[in-house]
């Protein structure tokens, strides 16, 4: 349930900002995404459960906070990404050459 929740949330985003930035290649920027998840979820509860022995839950969930406290202004950021620019000028509607013919 958990990844389901994570992976429907980043993975739109992570569309989005290639789509902006890059070329687009979605498979290895997917990879990426999904391995990170996949070790976050094999780590996470090893380096938890080590922190929750040695300092306690409270503190656990202390520092967890003060980590997304300092994280959040990153995300500022992925607000409004800049784009990479145009090669080519988009043409005018009144500048297109392609004629349509309707048959009746």
Known sequence: LAIG???SS???IMGYLV????V?????????ADVANC?????????GGEVVVKYG????MWGIGIINILYS????FLREPPGKEEKEAIL???ECQVTYNAFH
């Open 73 to 76: 202004p990153l995300c500022i």
């Open 57 to 60: 839950f409270g503190w656990l």
């Open 10 to 12: 980043l993975m739109p």
């Open 92 to 94: 005018a509607q009144d």
């Open 39 to 47: 070790v976050g979820f094999a780590i996470g509860p090893a380096v």
């Open 24 to 32: 687009s290649v979605y498979g290895s920027v997917y990879a990426i």
């Open 19 to 22: 789509d902006r930035r890059h």
């Open 5 to 7: 929740v994570v992976d």
